[in-house]
């Protein structure tokens, strides 16, 4: 069988999953064994039905990153001296300078990509871990959104590369220069520990069903 | 349908999902047809003409580019008579004073470290298949960490990154575009094109039918 259409075709029936049916399928390249198997002989990642240590790591790394997107808001991320004038500027102060220049479209990338993205990737792996504590079942809508939230979460890194770049290209002496400030460091670090955050969500989880019910 | 689940299947003949662990007999799909999970639609099978040569050619032509673009100049700025070339290479040392220095590492890996890495990675694996040999030595474990690397390669944020400095300072002076900006893009569209010809599922099938056991 072959094509794209047929994916639809049994939508409507219950999915029989790996562990249902008494086996384990290998997270990494899909091979299936009986379940208690310790290691995939494919690929040799380590063979787990469901990584029950894996909520633990994504709050764990969630936090520290929430934590040090704190700093990262507060302190100058550049620090602009233009003939012998100094000033700093934050994240959301770099975003009206954009505006006050008309730039609104790159405003507009840097606001997304620096706070918009952040804020809500904390948001939704709070929500999906939250409901994988509380055994809620999830549909096709939360698996989705799992795969935004990794997928969009390195295109916040885009702040840091700017403020590299800037920092790279601007040093004309006593006309212009532009330094890094501390919050890149702090942002960077957020950026980073949300990705592990996301990256060590067990995608198989958010669909389960508590013990006892059906499948 | 060839993706019910009978009792008389063996495991081999099945593949569970690594994203929603539902399980489906693996599909035997025409070259350029792909088939997807029914529950996710995560993307299983998925075999493209020559896919491991055009991977090994895209992989290489990336490489070189990766030369190019970190040592060339990559923007230059002028104005009120003076000028200042900087190439990829000072946009790592941007952070290199004092406490930001680790920074400066971590801008390197992800710009260019890692996506060197992933290319020598694809190369070492893909090279030999394309040419009809058994995987290299290794070449399974190789893989895992090209795949492990892939959310960590940002060359195409970097470009995105470029785009928002550019307009930053275009009000403040003249600049330039050197060389290495454009290697810098090609590498980029090079990157996207090339995962396009990559189905993780199906190159574990295929490493698994050629190695020998």
């Given at each position: 069988?072959?094509?794209?259409?047929?994916?639809?075709?049994?939508?409507?029936?219950?999915?029989?999953?790996?562990?249902?049916?008494?086996?384990?399928?290998?997270?990494?390249?899909?091979?299936?064994?009986?379940?208690?198997?310790?290691?995939?002989?494919?690929?040799?990642?380590?063979?787990?039905?469901?990584?029950?240590?894996?909520?633990?790591?994504?709050?764990?790394?969630?936090?520290?990153?929430?934590?040090?997107?704190?700093?990262?808001?507060?302190?100058?991320?550049?620090?602009?001296?233009?003939?012998?004038?100094?000033?700093?500027?934050?994240?959301?102060?770099?975003?009206?300078?954009?505006?006050?220049?008309?730039?609104?479209?790159?405003?507009?990338?840097?606001?997304?990509?620096?706070?918009?993205?952040?804020?809500?990737?904390?948001?939704?792996?709070?929500?999906?871990?939250?409901?994988?504590?509380?055994?809620?079942?999830?549909?096709?809508?939360?698996?989705?959104?799992?795969?935004?939230?990794?997928?969009?979460?390195?295109?916040?890194?885009?702040?840091?590369?700017?403020?590299?770049?800037?920092?790279?290209?601007?040093?004309?002496?006593?006309?212009?220069?532009?330094?890094?400030?501390?919050?890149?460091?702090?942002?960077?670090?957020?950026?980073?520990?949300?990705?592990?955050?996301?990256?060590?969500?067990?995608?198989?989880?958010?669909?389960?069903?508590?013990?006892?019910?059906?499948? | 349908?060839?993706?019910?689940?009978?009792?008389?299947?063996?495991?081999?003949?099945?593949?569970?999902?690594?994203?929603?662990?539902?399980?489906?007999?693996?599909?035997?799909?025409?070259?350029?047809?792909?088939?997807?999970?029914?529950?996710?639609?995560?993307?299983?099978?998925?075999?493209?003409?020559?896919?491991?040569?055009?991977?090994?050619?895209?992989?290489?032509?990336?490489?070189?580019?990766?030369?190019?673009?970190?040592?060339?100049?990559?923007?230059?700025?002028?104005?009120?008579?003076?000028?200042?070339?900087?190439?990829?290479?000072?946009?790592?040392?941007?952070?290199?004073?004092?406490?930001?220095?680790?920074?400066?590492?971590?801008?390197?890996?992800?710009?260019?470290?890692?996506p060197i890495t992933r290319f020598l990675a694809l190369i070492y694996v893909f090279a030999p298949m394309a040419l009809g040999w058994a995987p290299a030595r290794h070449a399974r474990s190789v893989?895992?960490?090209?795949?492990?690397?892939?959310p960590w390669a940002m060359a195409e944020v970097f470009i995105i990154g470029v785009a928002v400095a550019l307009v930053k300072v275009a009000g403040l002076a003249q600049v330039t575009l050197g060389?290495?900006?454009?290697?810098?893009?090609?590498?980029?569209?090079?990157?996207?094109?090339?995962?396009?010809?990559?189905?993780?599922?199906?190159?574990?099938?295929?490493?698994?039918?050629?190695?020998?056991?």
């Amino acid at each position: 069988m072959s094509g794209n259409g047929m994916a639809n075709v049994e939508r409507a029936q219950p999915v029989l999953t790996a562990r249902a049916a008494g086996l384990v399928g290998c997270a990494e390249c899909g091979h299936v064994y009986p379940l208690g198997t310790e290691a995939c002989t494919v690929c040799g990642t380590r063979l787990v039905s469901r990584d029950m240590t894996s909520l633990q790591r994504v709050w764990a790394w969630l936090f520290a990153g929430m934590i040090v997107y704190i700093p990262a808001n507060v302190y100058p991320m550049l620090r602009t001296t233009t003939f012998g004038k100094t000033s700093e500027s934050t994240i959301v102060g770099g975003v009206f300078e954009l505006m006050e220049h008309g730039s609104y479209g790159i405003a507009f990338i840097v606001f997304f990509a620096s706070v918009v993205i952040p804020v809500s990737k904390f948001i939704a792996i709070a929500y999906l871990g939250w409901r994988v504590q509380r055994g809620k079942p999830g549909t096709t809508s939360h698996f989705h959104l799992y795969e935004i939230v990794e997928f969009i979460g390195r295109w916040s890194m885009i702040d840091v590369f700017v403020v590299a770049i800037l920092s790279a290209l601007v040093q004309l002496n006593f006309v212009a220069s532009i330094h890094p400030g501390i919050a890149a460091v702090s942002f960077a670090l957020s950026v980073a520990f949300t990705m592990i955050s996301a990256n060590s969500f067990d995608p198989r989880l958010i669909w389960d069903a508590p013990e006892g019910k059906p499948v | 349908m060839a993706y019910h689940i009978r009792m008389t299947d063996s495991l081999s003949e099945m593949i569970a999902c690594p994203k929603c662990d539902a399980l489906h007999r693996v599909p035997q799909v025409d070259i350029g047809a792909q088939a997807s999970c029914v529950r996710c639609g995560t993307v299983l099978v998925a075999p493209r003409e020559g896919a491991m040569t055009r991977i090994v050619m895209l992989s290489m032509t990336a490489l070189i580019l990766m030369v190019a673009a970190v040592f060339f100049p990559f923007l230059e700025l002028s104005t009120h008579g003076l000028g200042r070339k900087s190439s990829v290479f000072d946009a790592i040392l941007a952070f290199s004073d004092g406490l930001m220095l680790p920074l400066s590492f971590a801008v390197a890996a992800l710009i260019v470290v890692l996506p060197i890495t992933r290319f020598l990675a694809l190369i070492y694996v893909f090279a030999p298949m394309a040419l009809g040999w058994a995987p290299a030595r290794h070449a399974r474990s190789v893989f895992k960490l090209a795949e492990h690397i892939r959310p960590w390669a940002m060359a195409e944020v970097f470009i995105i990154g470029v785009a928002v400095a550019l307009v930053k300072v275009a009000g403040l002076a003249q600049v330039t575009l050197g060389p290495a900006f454009w290697a810098f893009v090609g590498l980029v569209i090079i990157t996207v094109l090339k995962d396009n010809f990559m189905c993780r599922v199906t190159v574990w099938q295929t490493l698994n039918a050629r190695s020998p056991s």
